[in-house]
């Protein structure tokens, strides 16, 4: 019993710590809003910050950003025979640059 109680109290140490870690890193979600209208109308690959599993992505996309608001960003993919229009909120966005061929 005394060995259950102390391995519960160490792993919540552990995730005490962690969890402080998490908490002192700022988050920029709102320089990438800033900077976002400059890729507009170029080739790019953006980070998401979590997996979009209805959009079949998980970590990055690449394409055209067609169209961008306050809340919304609209990429075009091109796949061997067609083109796919993505459309997303900004605050998934984690990271991003331009594609240049």
């Known amino acids: 019993m005394i060995e259950f109680l102390l391995f ?18 700022p988050k ?6 800033e900077i ?23 970590y990055t996309m690449r394409g055209r950003m067609v169209d961008l608001d306050d809340e919304w960003l609209m990429l075009e993919q091109v796949n ?8 997303f909120r900004t605050e998934l966005v984690s990271g991003i640059k331009e594609i240049k061929d």
């Not at 061997?80 to 459309?87: A, F, G, S, T, W």
Request: glycine share 2%.
């Open 8 to 25: 519960v109290m160490v792993g919540l140490l552990i995730y005490l710590v962690t969890d402080k870690k998490r908490e002192s890193k």
């Open 28 to 33: 920029d979600r709102k320089s990438y809003k």
């Open 36 to 58: 976002l209208p400059e890729f507009l109308d170029k080739e790019c690959e953006i980070n998401v910050n979590k997996p979009l599993f209805s959009m079949d992505v998980l």
């Open 80 to 87: 061997k025979k067609k083109k796919v229009v993505r459309v």
